[in-house]
């Protein structure tokens, strides 16, 4: 997991790209994973006044600087990474696929430099119809895919963006979360199942003396639904007022057959 | 990492969709990522309509199904995960990060049912501006999000949907690519270093009685550099022609001397 001062380090290098839409993108994207450096080279001047008002990202946009070159953009960075659709060019970089490449951009900016300062990243994005050119990859000291299908390689500049930070943000520990609710306990279970089980019976479900079976078909069908205790005491209150309402019909019928 | 097989028993159900770039845009990523069934609830069918022209996944919107209900939508599943940012509601439901809730997924799409067929797995988006809706909630087995930061949880949906699919063919055991290049050996930088020494010499940046030391420091030189056979060779070529001209301006001189 990159820590705030390794997110300040990363810059997001955009390259003559051409639509506000997606240079908007990309800064949400930076926005919701907590990077903020954005760097624009070559875009057309309006493209990227018109993105400053791109949703939830304005403050990162109205820091981003403008660069006239792609060498100016990356001056400042130990390692320059490219990404790229592949398969439109013959890439003399070498070149990772997203997991790899995310992996060996957080090792690079957890190292700490002989003078110990601490390296910067550079992240660079081609412009929406032809990608990086070869003077741009140039620059890079390898180039990064996403893995996607050969019959569609190329991707939305906005969604390749966040598909990137994400990879790099993303925490491959994360534990599945159970649910708020405790397991229900077996004693929880013994209840519910009595209480269906007496529903059963005033509604002629089950006849008195197949008891025993139909209680061992509800209490096996509880413990397979495996639900928490605080759905046992919803079900428990539910099916208490179902068997008072049924209850209520024999009394009535009782009365009726005495009237 | 999912089968072809597996990834067309995936449904992405955008419900109440309104734009029709984002409904565009999460076809695209679809196709991208090799997914195939999109299913549309209740989305003004002007926006459906619209989105019929977005790059590179035509063929995918016209095989979208648009459905009445979150119920039609998710009849044929078996597990249906909603995707939230968190923090705007109460949730009931078990809330899983996507890495976790991808891998969830994954199982369920190699689980084999008693019948041997297979199960589907349905997964929701809600609209841009307010998600899903706790009626659409209800449908789910569980909730799934994106590791947003508390500042700025919300996703474009098209970066939401595309992030999601990612995950789930994201392979985690992908390793990191080597350069193309085989390493250099010891030989290749040893027919470097005296190329470059005797550019040296010749140039006079060192002089005869230093030879030595100078030597020692270009090799250690480019052993860090680490590079690649090919490289070597591009450098000897390089270097050799440097010295071919660094001589023949000594030799000139001479010339000149003996004028």
Same mark, same amino acid.
């Given at each position: 997991?990159?820590?705030?001062?390794?997110?300040?380090?990363?810059?997001?290098?955009?390259?003559?790209?051409?639509?506000?839409?997606?240079?908007?993108?990309?800064?949400?994207?930076?926005?919701?994973?907590?990077? /903020? /450096?954005?760097?624009?080279?070559?875009?057309? #001047?309006?493209?990227?006044?018109?993105?400053?008002?791109?949703?939830?990202?304005?403050?990162?946009?109205? &820091?981003?600087?403008?660069?006239?070159?792609?060498?100016?953009?990356?001056?400042?960075?130990?390692?320059?990474?490219? &990404?790229?659709?592949?398969?439109?060019?013959?890439?003399?970089?070498?070149?990772?696929?997203?997991?790899?490449?995310?992996?060996?951009?957080?090792?690079?900016?957890?190292?700490?430099?002989?003078?110990?300062?601490?390296?910067?990243?550079?992240?660079?994005?081609?412009?929406?119809?032809?990608?990086?050119?070869?003077?741009?990859?140039?620059?890079? #000291?390898?180039?990064?895919?996403?893995?996607?299908?050969?019959?569609?390689?190329?991707?939305?500049?906005?969604?390749?963006?966040?598909?990137?930070?994400?990879?790099?943000?993303?925490?491959?520990?994360?534990?599945?979360? &159970?649910?708020?609710?405790?397991?229900?306990?077996?004693?929880?279970?013994?209840?519910? $199942?009595?209480?269906?089980?007496?529903?059963?019976?005033?509604?002629?479900? &089950?006849?008195?003396?197949?008891?025993?079976?139909?209680?061992?078909?509800?209490?096996?069908?509880?413990?397979?639904?495996?639900?928490?205790?605080?759905?046992?005491?919803?079900?428990?209150?539910?099916?208490?007022?179902?068997?008072?309402? $049924? /209850?209520?019909?024999? /009394?009535?019928?009782?009365?009726?057959?005495?009237?």
């Amino acid at each position: 997991v990159l820590l705030p001062a390794e997110l300040d380090r990363v810059r997001i290098v955009l390259v003559a790209a051409r639509n506000p839409l997606n240079i908007g993108a990309a800064a949400r994207a930076m926005s919701n994973f907590g990077f /903020r /450096r954005m760097r624009v080279v070559n875009s057309y #001047d309006l493209a990227f006044r018109d993105a400053r008002s791109a949703v939830g990202a304005a403050d990162l946009l109205a &820091t981003a600087e403008q660069c006239e070159s792609v060498a100016e953009a990356v001056a400042d960075c130990q390692l320059v990474v490219g &990404t790229t659709a592949v398969g439109r060019r013959e890439l003399d970089h070498p070149l990772q696929r997203l997991e790899a490449g995310a992996r060996l951009i957080r090792v690079a900016l957890a190292e700490t430099k002989p003078k110990s300062e601490k390296k910067n990243v550079a992240l660079l994005f081609g412009s929406e119809k032809r990608g990086l050119s070869n003077e741009d990859l140039s620059h890079c #000291d390898w180039l990064m895919h996403i893995p996607t299908r050969a019959g569609h390689l190329s991707m939305n500049l906005g969604q390749a963006v966040a598909i990137c930070l994400y990879e790099l943000i993303r925490d491959s520990e994360a534990a599945p979360l &159970t649910s708020a609710d405790e397991p229900a306990a077996a004693g929880e279970l013994e209840r519910v $199942a009595t209480v269906m089980l007496n529903a059963l019976l005033v509604s002629g479900y &089950t006849a008195e003396e197949r008891k025993v079976s139909t209680e061992q078909i509800l209490r096996r069908l509880l413990h397979r639904a495996k639900l928490g205790s605080g759905d046992m005491e919803l079900l428990l209150g539910m099916l208490r007022q179902i068997l008072w309402k $049924a /209850r209520q019909a024999d /009394r009535r019928k009782v009365d009726e057959d005495f009237a």
